[in-house]
Nanobody
Framework: VQLQASGGGLVQAGGSLRLSCVYS????????MAWYRQAPGKERELVAS???????NYVDSVKGRFTISRDNTKNTVDLQMNSLKPEDTAVYYC??????????WGQGTQVTVSS
């Protein structure tokens, strides 16, 4: 299984980005999926998760600003990020939510928010 995240970039504070993750094969289809991020010098953290049927959860710091979604017919998991803040700067990754279901991490996509 391969994970490919895209959509990152440089944006000013208050701006928006939409990240997309495509996974190969069907093993992750309908599995709970998540977006994670890792800022320089920090550990990777969970940002948002979504169940196989679309129920979402968010870390407090992104609630009301980020929206996770998925399309099981296209093997994609997206993250719409609005009202971005400099503290959102990180490399963003997608993967399964449950540890035993995780696959190899892809390269992630860099998000940089300037103040």
């Amino acid at each position: 299984v391969q994970l490919q995240a895209s959509g990152g970039g440089l944006v000013q504070a208050g701006g928006s980005l939409r990240l997309s993750c495509v996974y190969s094969g069907s093993i992750l289809r309908f599995k709970p999926m998540a977006w994670y991020r890792q800022a320089p010098g920090k550990e990777r953290e969970l940002v948002a998760s979504i169940t196989g049927i679309g129920s979402a959860n968010y870390v407090d710091s992104v609630k009301g600003r980020f929206t996770i979604s998925r399309d099981n017919t296209k093997n994609t998991v997206d993250l719409q990020m609005n009202s971005l803040k400099p503290e959102d700067t990180a490399v963003y990754y997608c993967n399964a939510l449950i540890r035993s279901q995780k696959v190899s991490w892809g390269q992630g996509t860099q998000v940089t928010v300037s103040s």
